[in-house]
């Protein structure tokens, strides 16, 4: 047990890193650099213990041993962060010191961005990016056994290195990472080393740069190795008399854990080595499953077709293409030719839409896009100056935008448009509405939920062989316009099929059978 004013080293058990977790806005771009450039393994997949719609990846090597660790949380397209003090700017890992110069071609083969060789604390170091720009350093280590595959050198890194954390307290956080096991090493420049028996964290005086913000393509936290709950417990004891910055315990199934800020900011765990990530799936077999938290397993199957999808280096994957909207796949087991198109309702995501339509088609592909108006960091289809006025303006600007990107879609995507329908919800429903008013070639199948009419003069279209389902609630404040967009629909010949439910504006248990039966008869 760690006692009060006792280090780290004072007990007998292995010092350094644990893991490093950062954030990564593109899961099969981080996939193909951390496993198919760098050879890491992907040693576990599960849903995020804070938010279990986050996947969370960790990669390793083989038997997941502290040290090796690095992990990531997909925010998939999310905002980038910004690297400055209180984070982990850089992470390093060791090489054979006799495979630098292939690393370097292998880097340049692959388009890796790539500095060096360089020279710092007397190791030899090349520089790269990662695909979200964060720098990721291997260091030569003579040190580091090295074997041979297939006539050359093995390229696959051992373990993690070091960690660079910017700070504007530098000797203040050098003292308080040192209670986990470190010693003061050499200086070079703004930067202080300090040394474990295994690696190093490099304490580098950045005063007066900006200060981080978190994002993708930044790091969330540095883990320590502990040994045991007891440890975790007596550091939580000490740290709070100590340390101004709250302490949190947690229990992450895979190990122990607690979170604390160091005097510069920098997000710290402390993690137990035990019980490891081996507790449900077999050696040889890490990462092959999705693993949801233990308090979301009721809603596990929702989570897993939440989840962006990625494929593993060699593996067939989904084409991805630059397409004017934000968009997420999800393709089934064994997929049908039908592809649902989701429009979420307001302050909604891609993914929000997916669990429910997965439930009326389970062999349907399912594409769920993210409308671009932003208001107050809520994402909807078309900006709007009321809860009952609508920029008619945008609308248009914005439903010619997304014929072009539907169109874009079938192309790259290969999708069968005889099979195409467009569901949506409030936000989502009434734009799928303005579309088949704006554009009415586009669509021929949707399904509206809690939709109304923000098109102040729609004109009448030919929607004839289209065919709509409408359900909206009694309850709802906008069922008056469901009427008038239902009326509408059917002045344009559209084969209109419409319930009015016991319900508000969210969804109801009512919906889903409706749905399913209406794709059937549609189908």
Not at 166 to 194: D, V, W
Not at 415 to 438: E, P
Request: aromatic share 8%; with cysteine; glycine share 10%.
């Amino acid at each position: 047990m760690l006692l009060k004013g006792q280090s780290m080293t004072a007990v007998s058990f292995a010092t350094g890193i644990h893991h490093v977790t950062l954030i990564t806005r593109s899961v099969q771009d981080n996939v193909d650099f951390y496993v198919g450039f760098l050879g890491l393994q992907l040693v576990k997949r599960t849903g995020g213990f804070e938010d279990s719609q986050q996947l969370h990846l960790f990669y390793g090597n083989a038997d997941a041993e502290p040290g090796t660790l690095v992990t990531f949380l997909v925010w998939e397209d999310g905002a980038p962060g910004r690297v400055g003090n209180g984070q982990v700017s850089e992470i390093a890992f060791s090489v054979p010191q006799n495979t630098i110069g292939e690393w370097m071609t292998w880097a340049i083969s692959h388009r890796v961005p790539v500095e060096g060789p360089l020279h710092e604390f007397g190791e030899t170091v090349l520089r790269l990016k990662d695909p979200d720009g964060i720098i990721v350093k291997l260091v030569g280590n003579s040190t580091t056994a090295t074997t041979e595959k297939d006539g050359g050198p093995d390229l696959v890194v051992r373990r993690l290195r070091a960690v660079t954390i910017l700070t504007e307290a530098p000797e203040e956080t050098a003292a308080f990472i040192q209670r986990f096991g470190y010693r003061r090493g050499p200086m070079s420049g703004a930067i202080q080393r300090i040394l474990s028996d295994t690696d190093a964290v490099d304490i580098r005086d950045a005063t007066g740069y900006v200060p981080g913000l978190p994002g993708t393509g930044t790091a969330d936290h540095v883990a320590f190795r502990v040994a045991d709950v007891s440890a975790v417990r007596a550091a939580e004891e000490e740290l709070s008399k100590r340390n101004s910055s709250p302490t949190n315990f947690h229990d992450r199934k895979y190990f122990t854990s607690l979170y604390v800020r160091e005097p510069g900011g920098t997000l710290i765990e402390l993690a137990t080595d035990g019980p490891g990530f081996a507790i449900d799936e077999a050696p040889g077999h890490l990462g092959e499953g999705l693993f949801v938290p233990p308090h979301d397993e009721t809603r596990a199957e929702d989570i897993k077709v939440m989840l962006p999808q990625f494929s593993m280096p060699g593996q067939p994957r989904m084409p991805r293409r630059d397409l004017p909207f934000v968009h997420r796949f999800f393709v089934p087991a064994e997929p049908s030719d039908e592809t649902i198109i989701l429009l979420h309702g307001s302050g909604g995501s891609e993914a929000d839409l997916m669990p429910f339509s997965h439930r009326i088609a389970p062999q349907a592909m399912l594409l769920g896009v993210r409308g671009r108006a932003n208001e107050e960091g809520v994402s909807r289809w078309f900006r709007r100056f009321s809860s009952t006025s609508f920029d008619q303006e945008d609308i248009r600007a914005e439903a010619a935008a997304f014929a072009a990107f539907v169109e874009g879609a079938v192309s790259a995507y290969h999708l069968d448009t005889n099979r195409l329908v467009f569901l949506g919800l409030s936000n989502g429903a009434n734009f799928i509405a303005a579309l088949m008013a704006l554009h009415p070639e586009l669509i021929r199948r949707a399904i509206l939920l809690r939709p109304m009419q923000v098109l102040e003069d729609a004109p009448v279209a030919d929607l004839t062989g289209s065919s709509v389902l409408m359900v909206s609630g009694r309850q709802d404040l906008a069922a008056p316009s469901a009427r008038r967009l239902e009326a509408w629909l059917k002045q344009s010949s559209c084969d209109v099929t419409s319930h009015f439910i016991d319900a508000g504006h969210g969804l109801s248990d009512q919906d889903l059978p409706l749905a399913q039966a209406w794709m059937r008869g549609a189908g």
